[in-house]
């Protein structure tokens, strides 16, 4: 394991120019910095600026985690889609909360969500389904993220058969697809340094879409 511990250590980190991010000119709400950062990450040529990790806590308390797409952000919260019987929806059934953490590797910044996860009603989950390209809503509709797979071929005619009932049935939506919104209550955005001074700013909701701003040690 010794070279590996020395390739690791010799991987560069914030390399090249990285973004200011001056605390005092913040906006008073977390969704409008965002917006800013998600523009300017944009801007930059950051691939999937809105793929974000969520993090859900499993059976027996066990943290797990994995990739989506930030689906909106309004006054209702940070919205993402996932099929009810999936590991990580049994996981927002069985405990309702999540953290996000967006990292965006150009400009050295990230930032941080937590707060109680809801599901919306079966209209606003309707139509994020239906708003999908064909393909991932045959994919979606196999109901069957995570589980063993004996064979490539029955992943191909799965969803061969799935993808012929898309098109057959245009407004076709799989009742198990949910659209969630996590109402957050920390919000927290992360600046990069070369000096390793990093700049920490962390949102803390305190009611009728109300915020207090506060700079955290690196």
Known sequence: MKDIRQLLRGIPVFGGDLPSFEVDSAPERPGEL????L????DAGVREPHAMTVSTIGSHGIPDARMLILKNLDARGWQFAAHADSPKGRDLAATPTAALTFYWPL?????RVRGPVTPEPAEHSAADFLARP????????LGKQSQTLPDRNDLETATKQALATIEATPGYVVPEWTLFTLDAKTVEFWQGDKARKHTRLR????????????ELWP
């Open 34 to 37: 965002f917006v800013e950062w």
């Open 39 to 42: 523009a300017a990450a944009l």
């Open 107 to 111: 400009q050295a910044r990230q930032i």
């Open 134 to 141: 064909a393909g991932s809503r045959a994919e979606a509709s």
């Open 203 to 214: 949102y803390t909701a305190t009611g009728n879409n109300l915020w207090t701003r506060e």
